[in-house]
């Protein structure tokens, strides 16, 4: 079993619905969950972190965590054919790990 | 503010050949990270650098090695390239090494070719 997973997608949806990222872990001592979109060719940059159970928004996104379910999830509202990428989740227990990310195709 | 520069950009190999990856940050962070990105991997963390001074192994730190110059600079160097190290190569630094919210941020990459 892989130390974070997520469905490598592709996950399309049409603009303006809401697109659900899902991410699951292994380590419960995790602490600290994070998402990173990064578009092709680029870099991964930090669009939210979260560390409570519960869900924090920010904007058009919403992270949900549940740690007795060991599972992060991003939600992206009205969503735009800018928010086509991959996201990666990244959980920190020990140390900082990686999903192989989900990438998302927002079609207009 | 450039934020994390990484140098070269792009680079081609070929098998034995060695070469050292430069990163440096002008964010006044502590640590300092090197990992690589192949399809479908994710990313994989190479090797860090909680604080100026050291260094330790991540997941797959066989094949290469590294340098905390100073606080600003974190090289990444592969002795004897060798194809399986083709890959997109990405610094990042944080403020913190054990900060219990540790976000991180990323240069633009280096994409390494190995013939």
């Known amino acids: 079993q892989k130390e974070v997973e997520q469905n490598s997608g592709p996950l399309s949806v049409p603009e303006g619905a809401i697109a659900s990222l899902n991410c699951t872990y292994s380590?419960?001592?995790?602490?600290?969950f994070f998402w990173y979109r990064q578009y092709s060719g680029k870099s991964p940059e930090l669009i939210m972190f979260i560390y409570s159970n519960g869900d924090k928004e920010d904007g058009r996104f919403t992270a949900q965590l549940n740690k007795a379910s060991q599972y992060v999830s991003l939600l992206i509202r009205d969503s735009q054919p800018s928010d086509s990428a991959t996201y990666l989740c990244a959980v920190k227990g020990g140390k900082l790990i990686f999903g192989q990310g989900t990438e998302l195709s927002v079609k207009p | 503010n450039a934020g994390v520069t990484q140098t070269p950009k792009f680079q081609v190999l070929k098998t034995g050949q060695s070469m050292t990856l430069q990163c440096a940050q002008d964010m006044n962070h502590n640590s300092m990270y090197w990992y690589r990105q192949d399809p479908g991997m994710g990313l994989r963390l190479i090797y860090y650098s909680a604080s100026e001074g050291t260094t330790d192994k991540g997941e797959v730190p066989n094949g290469y090695n590294v340098s905390r110059l100073n606080k600003r600079e974190f090289s990444l160097r592969l002795e004897s390239a060798a194809p399986s190290q083709t890959s997109v190569y990405f610094c990042?630094?944080?403020?913190f090494g054990t900060g219990w919210v540790q976000p991180q941020h990323f240069g633009d990459g280096t994409r390494l070719s190995i013939l």
């Open positions: 380590d419960r001592g995790s602490q600290s």
């Open positions: 990042a630094s944080s403020e």
